[in-house]
């Protein structure tokens, strides 16, 4: 399994040596941020990440599917979906939203943590929350 070694009090709770994660969620969105304002690598290089990020011929997106189902616009969702060795399924995203001649919303959404007993409707429903809470401040 790969991984960082978890510290002894981790690694007994989780019943594993090592973590699933090298990151933390504020890492990931942070990455996911340098990456939208096309600042990770260099502009070249991160219009390239975002344009194999659309999933257009990947399996898809808890964040963009729960955002379309709950009927919340969105131009488009640069996305990576990840699924743990202990089930649980993680999905961090780009969304970006274009609002005719006010100024674009570029939002960054990492959730990580849906329980394989949830069937990831909490990816789902954290997704839509967050995108209501954040559309909400940029009215």
């Known amino acids: 399994?790969?991984?960082?070694?978890?510290?002894?009090?981790?690694?007994?709770?989780?019943?594993?040596?090592?973590?699933?994660?090298?990151?933390?969620?504020f890492q990931v969105a942070r990455m996911m941020a340098l990456l939208g304002k096309r600042e990770?690598?260099?502009?070249?290089?991160?219009?390239?990440?975002?344009?194999?990020?659309?999933?257009?011929?990947?399996?898809?997106?808890?964040?963009?599917?729960?955002l379309a189902a709950a009927g919340r616009g969105f131009t488009q969702v640069s996305l990576k979906i990840g699924f743990g060795d202990e089930s649980f399924s993680h999905d961090c995203a780009l969304v970006q939203i274009n609002r005719g001649e006010r100024r674009p919303v570029l939002l960054v959404e990492v959730i990580l943590g849906s329980p394989p007993s949830k069937h990831r409707s909490?990816?789902?429903?954290?997704?839509?929350?967050?995108?209501?809470?954040?559309?909400?401040?940029?009215?």
């Open 1 to 25: 399994m790969a991984g960082q070694v978890l510290d002894a009090r981790w690694a007994k709770l989780q019943s594993r040596a090592k973590s699933n994660f090298t990151g933390t969620a």
């Open 122 to 139: 909490g990816l789902r429903q954290l997704a839509v929350g967050y995108y209501d809470c954040v559309l909400g401040l940029h009215p």
């Open 40 to 66: 990770l690598v260099d502009t070249v290089s991160s219009a390239e990440m975002i344009d194999l990020m659309t999933g257009a011929n990947g399996i898809g997106s808890y964040i963009r599917g729960g």
